[in-house]
């Protein structure tokens, strides 16, 4: 079983819909997880943190997180052809707080293509 | 702005040279910094742990001589890929804290 778990996708939807993209950790002690973009040739951008159950919200973005089921989510709304990319999901021990995370673990990525 | 620096962006050299990529956390003191490589279409690969003022914690199957690692200041870690040949062609990333770098990507000739 692999750390952190995504669905490659792709994941197809129409512009204007709602994204959801999902992942699931095994290590029960993580405590910070975090959702980065990454467009195609680029380097990862972090989009949104979560640290405690339950959601989340900036902007079009919710993270949603279940710490029982070891599982986050990210939802992407009125999702946008800007927003094609591939998502990744990573977790970590440590806690928040501080500027540093230790190493991260990183899920294989979701490719999301959102179409006009 | 980037809370990480990462030079060069792009690096073209012959096979046997050597490639140093330069890494800065700029707004806080990084005790550890990590470096990462990332083949098209692929995931991001941890190479190593680059650790201040010691020795580099590599990941298995990563040959410390062939990347060396040094983080001698706590804002700065350097990676050289040691007699670069086409099979090092790849997309090198740094990380500090949780930002990234804006990658390295390196074409062997």
């Known amino acids: 079983q692999k750390e952190v778990e995504q669905n490659s996708g792709p994941l197809s939807v129409p512009e204007g819909a709602i994204a959801s993209l999902n992942c699931t950790y095994s290590?029960?002690?993580?405590?910070?997880f975090f959702w980065y973009r990454q467009y195609s040739g680029k380097s990862p951008e972090l989009i949104m943190s979560?640290?405690?159950?339950g959601d989340k919200e900036d902007g079009r973005f919710t993270a949603q997180l279940n710490k029982a089921s070891q599982y986050v989510s990210l939802l992407i709304r009125d999702s946008q052809p800007s927003d094609s990319a591939t998502y990744l999901c990573?977790?970590?021990?440590?806690?928040?707080?501080?500027?540093?995370?230790?190493?991260?673990?990183f899920g294989q990525g979701t490719i999301l293509t959102v179409h006009p | 702005g980037a809370v990480v620096s990462q030079h060069p962006s792009r690096v073209i050299c012959k096979s046997g040279t050597s490639v140093k990529i330069e890494c800065r956390s700029l707004?806080?003191?990084?005790?550890?910094m990590f470096w990462y490589r990332q083949f098209p279409k692929k995931s991001l690969m941890l190479m190593a742990t680059s650790n201040e003022g010691s020795k580099a914690t590599y990941e298995q199957g990563v040959e410390k001589d062939k990347f060396l690692i040094n983080h001698a200041s706590l804002t700065l870690s350097t990676l050289t890929v040691t007699s670069a040949h086409p099979e090092d062609s790849s997309f090198y990333i740094c990380?500090?804290?949780?930002?990234f770098g804006a990658g390295t990507r390196l074409s062997v000739l």
């Open positions: 979560i640290y405690s159950n």
């Open positions: 707004d806080f003191q990084a005790t550890t």
């Open positions: 990573a977790v970590t021990r440590a806690g928040a707080g501080g500027t540093s995370y230790g190493k991260l673990t």
């Open positions: 990380s500090a804290g949780v930002d």
């Open positions: 290590d029960r002690v993580s405590q910070s």
